[in-house]
């Protein structure tokens, strides 16, 4: 659903970047989630996970380990001792390249799950390719059965101010997209300022995205606490004006069990429960998994895993 531009809204955005910046302190400082309830919150974690694979040695069989992982992302006799074996945990989506998407949707198929299939499009990670060729990446992303999308956007047009033009490129990729969600990439570590990724939000959620994403993974400065604080008050701001939920998207840096529920920490606080879901929040990650299932490994067995005791995969 895209709403219409409003410039006036934009060009009186300015954040107080002092103010982000002692937030995103606070954050950091605090210890996210008591003992008793972290098994609980790292298992919300791993429902909230993009599993992901953006590799240029990608092949097929390492895309079907990564399904059969999406599949089954905590052992079974773990999830028994929690007595959350039959709540059928699952991550909440696979991202893989375009040209691995049939893989991901026959490997899904065969496991016989309905994991959504999420493809990056429109010339990950730098985006820097011809409007023509990015919208046929999404189209034909969604013809081999992928049911999100994972664009970037054009960084040039932020830098420069274009927001009109910014705006006219992402419906254009909301309706390339069909039926599928549209995840807007921002690459925050490349706009410059945090205003600026206040705006790039504003204008991405104007123009129909479903989520917005920090950044592809593949910048020098991926997702942070200052530029997550700015995003979700955007979101925020966006829904108080149209009424719409947008969600967000977290990708890049993001390894560690403690990070994910610092992560769940501040989606609570800065949007509540409501936005504590697969449906609005998403983490983009490849190696998070095996890091969350060591911490759950430890809950449940008050060891921490010796190398042979938990897949590495």
């Known amino acids: 659903m895209a709403f219409y531009l409003d410039l006036s809204w934009i060009s009186k955005i300015q954040v107080n970047k002092p103010a982000v910046l002692r937030r995103a302190e606070q954050i950091q400082a605090r210890r996210p989630v008591k003992k008793e309830w972290q098994a609980a919150w790292l298992l919300k974690a791993v429902t909230c996970i993009d599993l992901t694979t953006l590799s240029g040695d990608d092949t097929a069989s390492n895309v079907q380990r990564l399904c059969y992982k999406a599949k089954y992302p905590i052992r079974e006799d773990l999830l028994k001792a929690l007595n959350m ?22 490997a899904l198929k065969a496991a016989g799950c309905d994991i959504p299939v999420a493809s990056v499009a429109t010339g990950f990670p730098a985006g820097q390719t011809h409007l023509k060729t990015r919208l046929e990446e999404i189209r034909l992303a969604v013809e081999d059965g992928a049911t999100e999308i994972d664009v ?162």
């Open 85 to 106: 074996h039959d709540k059928g945990i699952t991550t909440a989506a696979v991202c893989v390249y375009p040209a691995r998407v049939c893989d991901a949707v026959k």
């Open 152 to 313: 970037v956007i054009n960084r040039t047009l932020v830098l420069t101010g274009q927001w009109k033009a910014l705006y006219d490129e992402i419906r254009q990729f909301r309706k390339a997209c069909g039926e599928a969600h549209l995840k807007t990439i921002l690459a925050t570590g490349e706009l410059g300022s945090l205003t600026n990724v206040y705006k790039a939000s504003m204008i991405a959620m104007m123009a129909g995205s479903d989520f917005i994403k920090t950044s592809t993974g593949k910048e020098t400065v991926n997702a942070t606490f200052p530029v997550a604080i700015v995003m979700l008050r955007a979101i925020r701001d966006f829904f108080w004006k149209t009424g719409n939920k947008v969600g967000f998207k977290p990708a890049g840096g993001i390894r560690s069990a403690k990070d994910s529920l610092v992560w769940l920490s501040l989606i609570k606080e800065e949007l509540g429960d409501e936005w504590m879901k697969p449906e609005l929040f998403r983490i983009g990650a490849s190696t998070l998994l095996a890091d969350i299932e060591r911490q759950i490994y430890h809950h449940v067995t008050g060891r921490y895993a010796a190398y042979h005791d938990l897949p590495m995969s």
